[in-house]
């Protein structure tokens, strides 16, 4: 069964790694991440190889293939690799190769260059850890925390302080990247259970409004349209905020919000996904 995937298979995609706003230690399932967009026909990262800072880089560019491209710091406490990075992009853009750019880095800086490949009509991904300010996470059609890359991998990480959603704010709770909570007994009830509440209540009536969007006249709509419409309402949107994989997993737990079925495709070698507000 296809399930929401509002991934596209994309033939040629570019990969250009920020080695100084960016972790080595996610490379693998970063680049399993990526795999799920498309074909990887260029990466590259940069940054300043002889620093110590960039050091735990190098043990991982020769395994994964990433061409390094080094950037001196010429001045202290400025980013040196950040126009080495854009200048390489859009000469990439202008070979007109490529479907779309995977962008590594949680610097804001890119915000520019991440609106302009949008402009040119190719795909962008965006990857970076929790401080990435918004601006550059809602230019990318889809943004990815590296925090839970971590945790796909059965690492725990220590859930970051808060996040910046801009149009419903469902990740705003210390145990967001913790694995799904259970509500305590009443007589237990406390304070962040009640903020675990509220995120749920928000998070039913963001996934209400994508279908309603997405519905036809009977209400039903394909998972496939409701999982495309709510990224494009917020680029970070991801279920496994919530401890599930996959956004059809996390409708088909909410039995008492959402009704779903299965309907064979017109080629009858797949199924798709259906849901319905109750």
């Not at 610097?107 to 929790?130: I, N, P």
């Not at 237990?188 to 036809?216: G, H, M, P, V, Y």
Request: with cysteine; glycine share 6%; charged share 30%.
């Amino acid at each position: 069964m296809r399930d929401t995937d509002t991934q596209e298979s994309l033939q040629n995609l570019v990969v250009l790694i920020d080695a100084d706003n960016a972790q080595a230690s996610v490379t693998k399932e970063l680049f399993a991440e990526i795999a799920k967009f498309g074909d990887v026909s260029v990466k590259r990262i940069y940054g300043d190889f002889t620093s110590q800072h960039s050091s735990s880089w190098k043990k991982v560019l020769q395994e994964y293939a990433i061409k390094p491209v080094q950037q001196f710091a010429y001045t202290t406490g400025k980013n040196a690799t950040d126009s080495s990075m854009i200048i390489d992009a859009m000469d990439l853009l202008y070979t007109h190769r490529f479907d779309g750019f995977c962008l590594v880095t949680s610097d804001s800086d890119f915000t520019g260059l991440a609106v302009r490949l949008k402009e040119a009509g190719l795909r962008v991904f965006g990857f970076g850890e929790q401080k990435t300010p918004k601006a550059f996470r809602n230019a990318c059609h889809k943004f990815i925390l590296t925090e839970l890359l971590r945790k796909d991998n059965g690492t725990r990480q220590e859930a970051p302080k808060s996040a910046g959603v801009e149009l419903i704010p469902i990740y705003d709770d210390e145990a967001m990247l913790a694995d799904k909570p259970t509500k305590p007994k009443p007589k237990e009830r406390t304070k962040s259970a009640d903020n675990t509440d509220k995120k749920e209540e928000l998070l039913n009536k963001f996934i209400t409004l994508a279908i309603e969007q997405s519905s036809d006249d009977s209400g039903w709509a394909q998972l496939g349209g409701v999982g495309s419409y709510i990224t494009k309402l917020q680029p970070d949107f991801d279920p496994r905020f919530y401890g599930y994989k996959k956004l059809s997993d996390l409708v088909k737990d909410k039995k008492k919000v959402f009704e779903t079925k299965e309907i064979a495709s017109s080629s009858g070698t797949a199924k798709n996904l259906y849901i319905k507000v109750k």
